[in-house]
T-cell receptor
Framework: AAGVIQSPRHLIKEKRETATLKCYPIPRHDTVYWYQQGPGQDPQFLISFYEKMQSDKGSIPDRFSAQQFSDYHSELNMSSLELGDSALYFC????????????FGQGTRLTVV | QKEVEQNSGPLSVPEGAIASLNCTYSDRGSQSFFWYRQYSGKSPELIMSIYSNGDKEDGRFTAQLNKASQYVSLLIRDSQPSDSATYLCALRSADRGSTLGRLYFGRGTQLTVWP
């Protein structure tokens, strides 16, 4: 079965650079979530989209922005990167935003040096 | 804030034993509950979902939900070394509005199954 696809899998950036993470949800899934997970931490919710509209916003820095496109894929744009942004970034998708199962992609490991 | 509390562990059980993982939550409006398994450096993998009171069994896994007591648990029977991972309890709120659909996670319980 098709899963959530994230790219790239690994990314190394220097401080103050920008990064773009991409997420392709499971076919027919219309809801996408972005999570950030630091070492030894539980996943922290960043932002979500339902039917191409932002549906919820969590602890996402102002330096970050995201959107969901007409084909339901989503991109997380990160600017003015800081060392503290180094983490695993996961995207998850679900069919609808409530009472349904959410499946995670393999994640993007971002390292800021 | 939809608090989700898990027994912090780490939990260590011998191969073949039953591993019991527990989770409590603060929001009585929560309706959907999930258990994810996460290996180190990997993404969370959904292993169980439960929406109504009672037990739900899937192979060696049994999820139990008690909404009155606000807890959800996961039992792993015949534990195997390959079950060694961090288990994350997650829930969805029934709120309509801006928090619709967001998954709230516990801090996770690290399980080690030794041969």
């Amino acid at each position: 079965a098709a899963g959530v696809i994230q790219s790239p899998r690994h990314l190394i950036k220097e401080k103050r650079e920008t990064a773009t993470l991409k997420c392709y949800p499971i076919p027919r899934h219309d809801t996408v979530y972005w999570y950030q997970q630091g070492p030894g931490q539980d996943p922290q919710f960043l932002i979500s989209f339902y039917e191409k509209m932002q549906s919820d916003k969590g602890s996402i820095p102002d330096r970050f922005s995201a959107q969901q496109f007409s084909d339901y894929h989503s991109e997380l744009n990160m600017s003015s990167l800081e060392l503290g942004d180094s983490a695993l970034y996961f995207c998850a998708s679900s069919l609808g935003p409530s009472n349904t199962e959410a499946f995670f992609g393999q994640g993007t490991r971002l390292t800021v040096v | 804030q939809k608090e989700v509390e898990q027994n912090s562990g780490p939990l260590s059980v011998p191969e073949g034993a039953i591993a019991s993982l527990n989770c409590t939550y603060s929001d009585r409006g929560s309706q959907s509950f999930f258990w994810y398994r996460q290996y180190s450096g990997k993404s969370p993998e959904l292993i169980m979902s439960i929406y109504s009171n009672g037990d739900k069994e899937d192979g060696r896994f049994t999820a139990q939900l008690n909404k009155a007591s606000q807890y959800v648990s996961l039992l792993i029977r015949d534990s195997q070394p390959s079950d060694s991972a961090t288990y994350l309890c997650a829930l969805r709120s029934a709120d309509r509005g801006s928090t619709l659909g967001r998954l709230y996670f516990g801090r996770g319980t690290q399980l080690t199954v030794w041969p």
